[in-house]
């Protein structure tokens, strides 16, 4: 393997000194991007780009061609997890996901059980392949789903607005409820530390729904299924650590919480305030976010000073990844982001003088 020539996103998770603030978009390899559409007109589907490793890899470099970001992530889904487990994932058009055999009655919930990893071994490949088409420039972040997050896709049989299967069961039949998460979570930490030991350098927990929960039901249904699979990754790989990023989208009452969990970093969305962020957490983890993704529609000049805005509030010092509350918009312009990247890189670097 190269070595790396840019470790400024590994230093600023680990709260090392950088020279600048190192920035990467959740979702940054999209729709937004013509070549990224080309490409998947080619494959025919998302999942043809998730499955080949040859598109996968093309399109996690697409958007690294035309800006200098500071990490690539792993193109792949969070659902490709419960498609391993048998539910039978598909992309009904202009409807998102959904789940043929969704966990709808008891025998299903327990009948599930930990996959196969070779079922995933796709990924696996993938990331592995866009190491080597890497070379070195920056690190590759591997993700999975939270198993609070899957849960609820794989009870819900899809997206929802309500989460009320998921709810009732929590409420109704919680023993249910643990089991899927438990299944859940030893199924993400297999799946993680295979794409650790396939490459990955940086691992994100993307859990979307967490913020959906009540006080106490996000720390017993969400916060401690992520611990257990924190509890165990894989932290050293080829000799260097290998930090973990929690996001709880809405999760911004529990940072103090989050901090606990042995992650290295927690992604903020774009309610939170970053200086209060920073001083609850303090040095325990670093701090990840949070333009909000919607102000990537204004002018550029706006967009400049939004990005002033948030490194003034995160202040001086290392430990800051810059990034969107959440995925970027589809509807993005391309140059947007062009103004964007330049302003993270050259505004931040006024608060990593010595
Ligand atoms: O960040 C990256 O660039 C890596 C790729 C990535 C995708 N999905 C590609 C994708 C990542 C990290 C994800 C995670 C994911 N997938 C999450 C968690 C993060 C979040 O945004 O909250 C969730 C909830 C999903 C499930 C999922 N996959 C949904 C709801 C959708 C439909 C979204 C939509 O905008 O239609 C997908 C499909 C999907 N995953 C697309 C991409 C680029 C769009 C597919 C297309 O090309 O049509």
Redesign the pocket.
């Known amino acids: 393997m190269s070595p790396l020539n840019n470790d400024t996103f590994l230093r600023a998770l680990l709260r090392q000194p950088t020279d600048y603030t190192p920035l990467w978009?959740?979702?940054?390899?999209?729709?937004y991007l013509p070549e990224?559409?080309a490409t998947?007109a080619r494959a025919g589907s998302?999942m043809g780009?998730?499955t080949s490793p040859d598109y996968a890899t093309e399109v996690?470099l697409q958007?690294l061609e035309r800006y200098p970001l500071d990490a690539a992530?792993?193109?792949?889904?969070?659902?490709t997890v419960p498609d391993a487990m048998g539910l039978g994932l598909y992309?009904a058009e202009g409807e998102?996901?959904k789940f043929e055999r969704p966990l709808r009655d008891e025998a299903a919930i327990r009948a599930l059980a930990v996959p196969d990893m070779a079922e995933l071994q796709y990924v696996f490949d993938a990331v592995a392949s866009i190491r080597r088409a890497l070379d070195g420039r920056v690190p590759l972040i591997g993700?999975s789903?939270s198993p609070f997050?899957l849960a609820c896709?794989m009870i819900e049989g899809g997206?929802s607005d309500t989460f009320s299967r998921v709810k009732t069961l929590m409420y109704d039949r919680p023993e249910l409820l643990h089991h899927i998460l438990a299944v859940n979570a030893d199924t993400v930490a297999a799946y993680l530390n295979r794409q650790i030991a396939a490459g990955a350098q940086a691992v994100?927990i993307?859990d979307?729904?967490g913020g959906a929960l009540a006080y106490g039901k996000y720390q017993e249904f969400s916060l401690a299924y992520m611990k257990r699979v924190i509890d165990q990754l894989v932290r050293e790989h080829d000799g260097r650590r290998v930090p973990v990023i929690v996001?709880t989208?809405g999760g911004g009452l529990w940072l103090e919480d989050i901090a606990d969990s042995g992650c290295d970093a927690i992604g903020l969305d774009w309610t939170m305030d970053l200086a209060a962020a920073r001083r609850r957490v303090g040095d325990r983890v670093a701090l990840q976010g949070n333009f909000d993704p919607n102000a990537l529609f204004a002018r550029p000049e706006a967009i400049e000073a939004e990005v002033g805005r948030l490194l003034a509030s995160y202040g001086a010092g290392s430990g800051h990844v810059f990034n969107l509350g959440?995925?970027i918009s589809?509807f993005t312009p391309p140059e947007h982001v062009t103004a964007l990247v330049d302003a993270v890189h050259r505004l931040s670097r006024a608060y990593h003088s010595v």
């Open positions: 978009l959740m979702r940054q390899a999209g729709r990224y559409r998947r998302f780009l998730c996690t958007p992530i792993l193109f792949s889904d969070i659902l992309f998102g996901p993700f789903g997050t896709y997206g994100q993307f979307t729904w996001f989208k959440h995925g589809q």
